[in-house]
């Protein structure tokens, strides 16, 4: 199970944290990502990170401003994300990676937490 927390409303230029709490499966062996869907849009892969958390990898569209990282003793996942835009605004899912790496293909995926970007 894969449970986001995190998401709210915020100001362009603003922040927000976004937590997702894994459970029923050995987190530590998996690699892990961040999805986002806009309104209207297909799923987009946006973050991923190994599974050590010694490999990151971002889409272009949020590099340098969002950074994923992973507490493997806590078992959450992580995504900090800066300097928010408007188009940022979409509903954002946690998902395991079916290895260690991370990458667009995943097993499961949590239920989403919304962000909006808005003044």
């Known amino acids: 199970q894969l449970v986001e927390s995190g998401g709210g409303l915020v100001q362009p230029g603003g922040s927000l944290r976004l937590f997702c709490v894994a459970s029923?499966?050995?987190?530590?062996?998996?690699?892990m990502n961040w999805l986002r869907q806009a309104p209207g849009e297909r799923i987009e892969w946006i973050s991923g990170?190994?599974?050590?958390?010694?490999?990151?990898s971002y889409a272009v569209s949020v590099e340098g401003r969002f950074t994923i990282s992973r507490d493997n003793t806590n078992n959450t996942l992580y995504l900090q994300m800066n300097n928010l835009r408007p188009e940022d605004t979409a509903v954002y899912y946690c998902?395991?990676?079916?290895?260690?790496?991370?990458?667009?293909?995943?097993?499961?995926r949590g239920q989403g937490t919304q962000v909006t970007v808005s003044s």
């Open positions: 998902s395991k990676s079916l290895n260690s790496y991370y990458g667009d293909d995943y097993d499961y």
């Open positions: 029923g499966f050995t987190f530590s062996n998996y690699g």
């Open positions: 990170i190994n599974w050590s958390g010694y490999a990151t």
